[in-house]
């Protein structure tokens, strides 16, 4: 079965987190954003959501995290949760 491990930051706003997007780009650190502002209980683990399979995700969350580039930040991409922005660092 497909796994994927990734890490995101889980904001309440668009503009929130196009702003944290910004600052990931400049070369800040994403456990530490993640820390700070993440809503999601994973900012205890710097975002990280561990592994994860088909089936356990929002959709689009999930079509990110199976199907855009590793290692690139995604987003901001809005779910019912609020917007996120994601980077996958492994998938099998």
């Known amino acids: 079965m497909r796994s994927a491990m990734a890490k995101h930051i889980l904001v309440k ?12 780009a400049r ?11 993440s ?7 710097d975002g990280d959501l561990g592994e994860i399979y088909p089936g356990q995700l929002v959709k ?11 290692l690139k930040v995604h987003g901001p991409i809005k779910s019912k949760f609020g917007y ?6 492994f998938r099998s």
């Open 13 to 24: 706003t668009k503009d929130e987190a196009e702003q944290l997007k910004q600052r990931l």
């Open 27 to 37: 070369g800040e650190d994403f456990g530490k954003l993640a820390r700070k502002h």
């Open 39 to 45: 809503t999601c209980p994973s900012k205890k683990r």
């Open 60 to 70: 689009p969350i999930e079509d990110v995290v199976f199907k855009k580039p590793l």
């Open 84 to 89: 996120h922005l994601v980077v996958v660092y």
